[in-house]
């Protein structure tokens, strides 16, 4: 059984993901890599971000 | 003078690709195995990138004790996670047959290895659809 804490788990779920939209989305090596790094740019900002926005909510 | 050279260009046959039951197969490959619908079109290397990626997300799903869910559900949203999950091939029923029980839905990591397991059979719809894509010769 693996336990892993919030973080961890967003980072390996968006670099996954990002490998698979990546190679996926475009056509040349050099366009997967830039759309890959760019998809888990937005996952882990986006994430990032909203837990910052959602701080002071009290629920 | 250029409608002519229009409608040669027109005349001009594509060139024949896979049959329909080619193509489902390679989609049906797709689907048992993650990227090997793609080894099979000869794209390796995004067959083996394919492969690792959409299994360490399966397999990372079932170390933290993701759920299975049951088709006979009452729920519509377990019945959509049963497909989901079901995307990701002969993953699925092999778990089950080397001893995964489902999952245990108390231990602290659950809720994430369910969204593990179901995220890698979406990835692995879309890996059928690339396929389908490249068959039909609209990728290359």
């Known amino acids: 059984m693996m336990k892993i804490s919030h973080f961890p788990a967003m980072v390996l779920f968006s670099f996954l993901v990002s490998v698979v939209f990546g190679v996926l989305g475009k056509d040349s090596p050099r366009d997967r890599l830039i759309y890959g790094a760019k998809v888990f740019g937005a996952f882990i900002g986006f994430a990032l971000l909203l837990g910052w926005l959602m701080y002071p909510l009290p629920w | ?140």
């Open chain 2, 1 to 140: 003078m250029a409608r002519k050279r229009a409608e040669s260009e027109i005349a001009v046959k594509p060139k024949a690709g896979p049959s329909r039951a080619t193509r489902i197969g390679f989609c049906v490959a797709a689907w048992t195995v993650p990227g090997l619908g793609h080894l099979l079109l000869g794209r390796r290397w995004r067959a083996l990138i394919l492969f690792c990626s959409i299994l360490a997300m399966f397999f990372l799903g079932l170390a933290m004790e993701g759920e299975f869910f049951s088709r006979q559900s009452d729920s519509y949203l377990q019945t959509l996670g049963y497909f989901g999950e079901l995307c990701v091939g002969l993953a699925m029923p092999a778990a089950g047959f080397f001893g995964y029980s489902g999952g245990d839905p108390f231990f602290v990591s659950s809720d994430y290895g369910t969204a593990f397991l179901v995220t890698a059979g979406m990835l692995n719809a879309l890996t059928i659809l690339d396929v389908y894509d490249i068959a039909l010769g609209r990728k290359p």
